[in-house]
């Protein structure tokens, strides 16, 4: 009797000991949320996407030290992101992300906002919200240097063309706007698609406008082909917008301080970038 009375005392009390715990640690841990959410505005981007983002050794050029890494962020986005996170009034945090990972990286709230060269698409709009758009660029055609699709005009003249471009983009869909293409499998990186253009692997790769000027002006053997008769695009397909959560209360902050960005302003951030990115070094 004795015994079980004395075992019954026992787990009581351990019972009441985490209760306890779990009582302050609840506590301790929203006042964290709390400062972190006041305090620090965490950025997701690749970090491998110039001229919008790319990882560089050290803050040369105004970058920003990634998130658990000893490399830095450059380039387009993350000067975007320095003047929200200044705007707000927070410290910026850029979060190194893969591609495919950012919007889940969003919603489990590892971090505030998606600032990557990401268009803002109807598909995506089902899964976030997308502030005011921060650039607009057109698409483009990264060619070999000398082929017959040099001159193209028209989309349509790269019929029989080996096309890619990049995973989980737009750009790769509208490749089947051209008739007769031979759509290849589809690169995680632009790096892998120059080095597939060059090789003979593709006749081309769709890109934006920032990125064909990048890629023709870090290796003389690619060229940009820009069209009179281009893609079929929407304006968010087009436009460049920082993702955040369903009903963020960020949204209206950060719409209004992108209103405060002129255009002749963006325009400067992203030929720097365009100027100052590792591979036009």
């Known amino acids: 009797m004795y015994r079980k009375r004395k075992i019954s005392i026992l787990v009581a009390l351990s019972m009441a000991a985490l209760f306890y715990m779990t009582g302050c640690t609840g506590k301790n ?10 305090d620090v505005f965490r950025v997701g981007m690749e ?19 990634i998130d658990g890494n000893a490399e830095y962020a450059g380039g387009y986005d993350v000067e975007i992101a ?5 705007g707000l009034g927070r410290k910026l945090v850029i979060v190194k992300t893969k591609w495919e990972g950012l919007e889940p990286a969003l919603n489990s709230g ?24 921060y650039y607009h660029s057109d698409l483009v055609m990264v060619v070999k240097k000398g082929s017959s699709y040099e001159n193209a005009t028209s989309i349509q003249d ?3 063309a080996k096309i890619t471009a990049q995973l989980s983009t737009f750009h790769y869909s509208v490749i089947d706007q051209i008739k007769g293409v031979q759509k290849q ?20 790769y769709v890109s934006e406008r920032p990125e064909g000027i990048s ?29 955040l959560v369903k009903n963020s209360p ?3 902050e950060i719409d209004e301080i992108l209103k405060n960005l002129s255009e002749d302003k963006r325009v400067e951030i992203m030929d720097d970038a365009i100027k100052n990115q590792p591979s036009a070094r």
């Open 82 to 86: 320095k003047r929200i996170a200044k």
């Open 110 to 133: 590892k971090i505030d906002a998606i600032v990557a060269g990401m268009s803002p698409t109807a598909k995506r709009k089902k899964n976030i919200d997308f502030t005011d758009n």
């Open 29 to 38: 841990a929203g006042s964290a949320g709390s400062s972190v959410k006041k």
């Open 215 to 243: 890629a023709q002006s870090a290796d003389p053997n690619l060229k940009m082909v820009e069209f009179k008769d281009g893609f079929v695009t929407s304006e968010d397909d087009t436009a460049i917008a920082a993702g």
């Open 158 to 160: 790269f019929k029989g």
């Open 47 to 65: 970090c491998d996407y110039p001229p919008f983002n790319w990882t560089q050794l050290n803050s040369s050029g105004g970058g920003v030290k």
């Open 185 to 204: 499998t589809a690169m995680e990186k632009f790096a892998t698609m120059r080095v597939a253009l060059k090789s003979g692997i593709v006749d081309g």
């Open 250 to 252: 960020l949204k209206k």
